[in-house]
């Protein structure tokens, strides 16, 4: 038993500098910067520490309610990387909204641990209380501007909504458990009764539950008004880290414990994938705030990822996973130039502060010119190569409503992409923006840039990564 | 042949737009020096190309120069390679690009480093169309000419830039979706997207009606095919003078070239199945679009909707199936390249001048711009397909394809012939004969050096294939020859499977 703690040394560690750091700025005056500062490299470390395991190991531990293996390990590496991407990028930000205190970090920190170990989540249990840990931070990070009534708002409404949802999910587990006896995922694979319908209903509330935490439609109310409310720091770790661990959660407990009552569920995914693309791509086209718009651009992703879960093939999973790695990388760049978008200690987050953004500004242009064409899915950018897959995925089980649904959302959401493009290039142009970015947000725009545009030289080696990643 | 020839073909203006991206941006000195690094590039692109040809075998039909290497392990390979139809649209692509560089003097007065970079990756993109040997190569090279395409019509354009942009773009992208689909399905029924092991083993006839529809879609919008070509007039108008000429003289033919290579190659069953709903389409493009032309008072659009109807005659030239028609088609559409790109850099002299496009602003220009008259008349001859000039030879050829399989559909075709004649002449009558009215025109000058210079040099090779169109034919002959025996082949095979006579 003691033997295996060495697995989860990433999970004890992160755990003890969120107590050190919490120490550390209760007995330290004036201690926000380097709090922020230890948190990046204890990140950093905890990610050293992932890659230390042996990354082809299957283990289960604590009865098997904890499982590390390649998967759940490239997961937590994406989850934590992203994570640390998003401190190094928004320190600028955090100082002149005056909200750079201890507090933002350990929090980010510790619903990072909530992610971590709802990844690893063998277990109902084990999964709900990840989920809870990683919720609860993220309650507060959104209404971290206190002084602002939108950010309240986002806070609050984010709470009630998400309660709601952890409700319903909690109700399922019973189900789950009351049918099956268990609330493990291997023995509750090993119990069922197909039969019997309480199960199904399980389901249904958990799938429910999972839609709401990556923001599916209809489940998807929260998302604009929360990513428009809370600090655009928090909407770029809202909009990024949590989808990572609930579409783990969501393949998991999809292929885990129910791969055999895949047509009990399927439909559902499918349901959930083809409203969220549509959805997704009609309503973010009359959006004036980018940071709605960014929501449901969001919404629709999460449809894409949705599409490749709904094949129940290992190819699928893995194309989403992809989905999933390449959304990260564009949204890190396409946060980054809104971090940009500040005139005066002012920052602007309406599309038309865009207008004319070229003149003046033509490299950070040329990126996000990169990166909309990226989310569009235009070739030759990453964006493309993630839909490519995904709909390889798709169209080899022959769900040929689902891929030519998927692709012509995909052109309406070219759409709105475009107008972007639009405004910043063939516009007025406006005042120009201050131009001292800190290195942090540099480094994060131009590697996310450089990734998605030089994808197309050498593609094949995430896939080969990913492609270890066996769930059936 | 181990130097890689075809992707340094490729790779080039790349290179060259790296270049001019690093230059510094602030005095006109930097646009000079930006304009000779993109110049340089293109017609350093344009002598390989000219290289590669006389390398060109033209005795055999296998592809040439292929390069073949590992892209996305297992499943794709970057596969390049070139056959008797696709060099001659490599040499059009190169030899329109440094023609339509020189043609930006003062039309385009702001942000010039941008435009070259765009048209830069453009060619390199069209020319990577042209020689990809794998459908996915082929459709990453396809799509990625969207993105340079949008900006210069919408930085660049006129005043419903941003109109036609989007309309480009949107049109475009849905029919090439489908097309993806397509191509992941072709993956999935035959194991490979390699053009070459398709061609060889062909695909399952039972899905090929809907592979060619999906095809179909992509191809239609890009040719562009009624009713889809609405897109074309607004494009053209807005675009500026030299995105027009890239327009018209190259995008234009991606279509064609897909029809050739994918369309009838990988589906001939169902290529066959279609050929009345193409005949059919292309009959309206010529007659109707035709008469469109007629009505047409801007002269950008008229030269658009003129387009769309020559891109009529080689659509059913290709479905013709027989020797005459295929050649008459991409004769047509290298003749068409020519002609077109440098009737809209004749409306773009003029429009540099006066700033109208509009015809009953012009009148009687002959007196005082001689030469521009005799250049002008030399391609608006060559547009209606006068014997002498290359339009002639493409038509004829389609025209007699055309009359071996259907006689009624060559009867209606030869009316686009007659009707072209009339916008033509009709336009050219009403800018350069007749009275000198409009006071403005009396100070404009005449063409300058430059302008010569492009007009002249694509009216050389208009001639020159007019009157000698063997160089044409020989490179393409045998390509032709080989698709023909391979289509008749699938279809007496699928005949004699099925048990009746398609064949008749």
């Given at each position: 038993m003691i033997d295996n703690l060495n697995f989860i040394y990433p999970e004890i560690f992160i755990s003890l500098s969120i107590m050190f750091l919490l120490l550390l700025g209760v007995f330290k005056k004036n201690s926000n910067s380097l709090v922020y500062n230890f948190s990046i490299i204890f990140l950093i470390f905890t990610l050293a520490l992932i890659f230390n395991n042996p990354l082809q190991s299957n283990i289960y531990l604590f009865n098997d309610s904890y499982e590390i293996n390649f998967f759940s390990s490239f997961m937590k590496i994406l989850t934590i990387s992203s994570g640390s991407f998003v401190l190094i990028a928004s320190s600028r930000y955090l100082r002149i909204f005056k909200i750079f205190q201890i507090e933002y970090s350990i929090l980010l920190l510790s619903s990072i641990l909530g992610m971590m170990v709802m990844i690893s989540s063998n277990d109902l249990i084990v999964f709900y209380i990840g989920l809870e840990l990683q919720s609860l931070s993220l309650y507060v990070l959104a209404s971290?501007?206190?002084?602002q009534i939108k950010s309240s708002e986002s806070g609050l409404k984010y709470f009630i909504l998400s309660a709601l949802s952890s409700g319903l999910l909690l109700y399922g587990c019973s189900l789950i458990y009351g049918y099956t006896g268990s609330t493990n995922f291997i023995i509750i694979s090993e119990n069922i009764d197909p039969i019997k319908y309480g199960l199904t209903f399980g389901i249904v509330f958990i799938l429910v539950g999972l839609a709401f935490k990556i923001s599916a439609?209809?489940?998807?109310?929260w998302a604009p008004d929360v990513y428009e409310g809370s600090p655009t720091s928090v909407t770029l770790f809202f909009a990024v880290v949590p989808k990572i661990a609930a579409l783990t959660v969501f393949i998991r407990f999809l292929y885990v414990p129910f791969i055999n009552m895949i047509d009990q569920w399927q439909i559902i995914v499918i349901f959930l994938s083809i409203a969220s693309m549509i959805f997704g791509a009609l309503a973010a086209i009359g959006q004036k705030n980018l940071k709605r718009l960014v929501a449901y651009s969001s919404i629709g992703h999460m449809g894409f990822a949705l599409a490749g879960l709904s094949t129940g093939t290992n190819e699928g999973v893995q194309s989403s996973i992809i989905y999933i790695s390449i959304y990260i990388l564009m949204n890190l760049g396409l946060f980054s130039c809104l971090f940009m978008l500040k005139r005066n200690d002012k920052y602007y987050e309406n599309?038309?502060?865009?207008?004319?953004?070229?003149?003046?500004?033509p490299l950070i242009s040329l990126s996000l010119l990169i990166i909309l064409f990226s989310l569009a899915g235009i070739p030759p950018m990453a964006g493309f190569f993630a839909k490519f897959y995904l709909f390889k995925a798709i169209v080899k089980e022959s769900m040929y409503f689902l891929a030519i649904t998927g692709l012509l959302s995909t052109v309406i959401s070219a759409f709105y992409y475009l107008r972007i493009i639009k405004i910043i290039y063939f516009d007025q142009e406006k005042e120009k923006y201050d131009s001292d970015y800190s290195i942090g947000l540099k480094l994060t725009l131009s590697l996310s840039t450089l990734l998605i545009l030089l994808y197309f030289i050498y593609p094949s080696r995430l896939v080969e990564i990913v492609s270890r990643i066996n769930i059936i | 042949m181990n130097f890689p020839i075809l992707s340094s073909l490729i790779l080039l203006p790349l290179v060259g737009s790296l270049f001019i991206l690093f230059v510094k941006s602030d005095s006109s000195n930097t646009h000079q020096s930006s304009k000779y690094v993109a110049l340089f590039t293109s017609f350093v692109n344009f002598f390989i190309s000219i290289y590669l040809w006389y390398l060109f075998d033209n005795t055999i039909s296998e592809f040439q120069f292929v390069e073949d290497k590992e892209w996305l392990?297992?499943?794709v390979n970057y596969k390049v390679g070139i056959d008797g139809i696709s060099i001659l649209f490599i040499l059009l692509t190169t030899f329109i690009t440094p023609l339509s560089i020189i043609a930006i003097n003062n039309s385009i007065s702001f942000r010039l480093k941008e435009f070259l970079i765009a048209i830069l990756v453009m060619e390199s993109l069209m020319i990577g169309v042209f020689c990809s040997l794998d459908l996915i190569i082929f459709y990453l090279f396809f799509e990625g000419g969207l993105i340079p395409m949008f900006l210069i019509i919408g930085i660049w354009g006129g005043t419903r830039r941003i109109y036609s942009a989007f309309k480009f773009f949107l049109f475009t992208l849905l029919g090439s979706v489908l097309m993806l689909v397509a191509i992941i399905a072709i993956y999935w029924i035959t194991g490979t997207t390699d053009v070459v092991q398709l061609y060889e083993?062909?695909?399952?006839?039972?899905?090929q009606n809907l592979l060619w529809l999906a095809f179909f879609s992509s191809f239609a919008v890009k040719t562009p095919m009624w009713p889809v070509h609405t897109w074309l007039p607004d494009a053209h108008v807005e675009a500026p003078t030299a995105g027009s000429v890239f327009l018209a003289a190259i995008l234009l033919k991606l279509a064609g070239y897909g029809f050739i290579r994918f369309s009838l190659g990988l589906f001939p069953i169902a290529s066959d199945f279609f050929t009345p709903l193409i005949y059919s389409l292309s009959l309206i493009a010529i007659v109707f679009i035709s008469l469109v032309a007629l009505m047409q008072d801007d002269m950008k659009k008229l030269i658009a909707y003129s387009s769309v109807a020559h891109m009529g005659f080689v659509t059913l030239g290709i479905f013709t199936l027989t020797q005459q028609g295929i050649e008459g088609s991409i004769i047509q559409m290298i003749s068409h390249g020519l002609v077109s790109a440098a009737l809209f850099l004749c409306v773009g002299v003029l429009y540099d001048r006066t700033h109208s496009r509009l015809i009953n602003s012009y009148g009687g220009i002959v007196s005082i711009m001689p030469k521009y008259a005799v250049v002008f008349m030399i391609f608006t001859l060559a547009a209606i397909g006068l014997p002498g000039t290359s339009g002639f030879i493409g038509e004829f050829l389609i025209l007699l394809g055309a009359f071996q399989k259907s006689i009624i559909t060559a009867l209606i075709a030869s009316l686009g012939v007659i009707f072209a004649a009339a916008y033509m002449l009709w336009l050219y009558k009403r800018v350069v004969f007749g009275n000198l009215i409009n006071k403005e025109l009396f100070k404009i000058p005449d063409l300058n050096k430059s302008e010569i210079f492009i007009l002249w040099s694509l009216a050389i090779p208009t001639l020159f294939f007019g009157f000698y169109p063997e160089p044409l034919i020989n490179t393409i002959e045998i390509s032709i020859q080989d698709l023909i025996q391979m289509y008749d082949l699938n279809l007496s095979s699928y005949a004699e499977f099925n048990g009746d006579d398609l064949i008749k």
């Open positions: 971290f501007n206190r002084d439609v209809p489940f998807h109310m599309i038309d502060d865009l207008s004319g953004f070229s003149k003046n500004h | 392990k297992g499943f083993f062909g695909i399952d006839w039972k899905y």
